[in-house]
């Protein structure tokens, strides 16, 4: 593979403009689509026509309204070379409200070596860098054998529903389906794995499914002052309690015990023994995780009580009464199973327990279906090899180890995209460490200006040598 240090780099200064400047526009997003300010969206998408003008000449550009848009950098081989590549990221930003800013959160303000501001780590931060590393890429005089895409949505941190979900449709009806699709995921996680000294890549190769169950319960309501044996609140509150308490199985998937060997390299005593003989230690191992919850989250499927709802007033009894269960399904399950334990532990026909959106609700999701993977046949991208070609990329880092296959627990775009790729992968390649990575959705986002830098020159390795993964 060609050494990393050895390629020309973007324009810096440029692309830490451009950055700055997609920052400034405050494109936050809300549930209710109707508090959202639709001309700052409309303001990102003319800001990027305008920026990369010169680049998107030699494109074609797809608006879907304000919330999407969809770039095709057209290849000189086309899909004779094989099907294309996908790149996604979202412009939109959660909300400051509340939070306790030391700068103002949409100034872009560079000091102490970082940029700070909304969305400089969540997602502008890849929505730039890739774009600039495709113009600086054209610029060069570089062109594509296959071609690639950008998708940008406007709406991600809400349901993303007239962005991802609007242009995967309209990219079925078109016909067109992906080698790959690359959205945000993991990151260069510095320090953040146990036994491992240094930073190393967790490159998102499966999602957790994702829905949420509706506790429901009714019964004849009243006054509060003379209630009967079980109220409706009383019932779904129990039925909250026991799932709570009830243990989810726990299972080390595939991906973790791939995960876990990977690392054997890197690990000292004893952890390397452990790592290197899961089909003895898995139980222990297991255990271990299940005491973070975070860890946790690894090894089994979740249920996490959000919101419930009853009476409108104290001396009320409620003639109906809810709760909501947000479920994060571990790959191997699937949203029926889950609904069916959560009816076993319950043990009440009372309460009823149904799926409050359907439409949000997805199973698990692979990077890849098992027949296909590291084929080595022409248009499909391996694992392993798109795992080996990211550690190539990010060898010269002082530090690095090496690149990993990870869970990803929360959801991305990329799930609206799966099912037309072969092959999924999720991963920013930006270097963090646990306190870094809190900022996300926090008050003082910031990037520091060479992690910046360090994603410029990870994009461009990848659009011009993405071919090797191929190979």
Known sequence: ?????????????????????ALNIASVSHSDYAQNDESVFQEFQDFLTRRYADFLEDCGV???????????????EGLSRGLPLLYTAHYDVVPV?????????????QKEGYIWGRGT?????????????????????????????FAFGGDEETESSRGAITISRWFQEQGIRFA??????????????????GSAALVGVEEKGFVNFRLSAESSGGHASTPPPSTALGLVSRAVARLE?????????????KFFRRTVPYQSLPLKIVMANLWLFAPVVKQVLA??????????????????????????LPAAAWANINVRILPGETIDQVRRRCIRIIRDPRVEVSIANSAEANDPISSSPPAKEDTGSPGTAGVDRFLAFCADALSFREGFTTALPYLMTGATDSKHYA?????????????????????????????????????????????????????
């Open 1 to 21: 593979m060609p050494d990393p240090r050895n390629e020309p780099e973007a324009d810096f200064s440029r692309a830490l403009d451009s950055f700055a400047l």
């Open 245 to 257: 308490a009830a243990r989810q199985p726990r299972k080390l998937i595939p991906s973790l015990r």
């Open 97 to 109: 409200d509340g939070q306790d800013w030391s700068v103002d959160p949409f100034s872009a303000e």
């Open 121 to 149: 780590l969540d997602t502008k931060n890849s929505l730039i860098a890739l774009m600039e590393a495709a113009a600086s890429l054209h610029a060069d005089g570089f062109t594509p054998r296959r071609d690639i895409w």
């Open 180 to 197: 790959w699709t690359f959205d945000e995921g993991g990151i260069i996680a510095r320090n953040m794995i146990p036994g491992v000294q």
């Open 419 to 471: 099912h037309i790729s072969d092959h999924v992968f999720r991963f920013v390649p930006m270097e963090l460490d646990s306190r870094e990575l809190s900022r996300i959705h926090n008050p003082d986002e910031r990037i520091s200006l060479e992690n910046f830098r360090g994603m410029l020159a990870f994009y461009r390795y990848n659009l011009k040598y993405h071919e090797r993964v191929f190979q």
């Open 62 to 76: 797809t608006r879907f309204g304000v919330y999407g848009i969809a770039i095709r950098w057209p290849g000189t």
């Open 291 to 316: 005491g973070g919850d975070d860890s946790r989250a690894m090894i089994q499927s979740t249920l996490a009580p959000t919101m419930a709802g009853g009476s409108s007033k104290e001396n009320v």
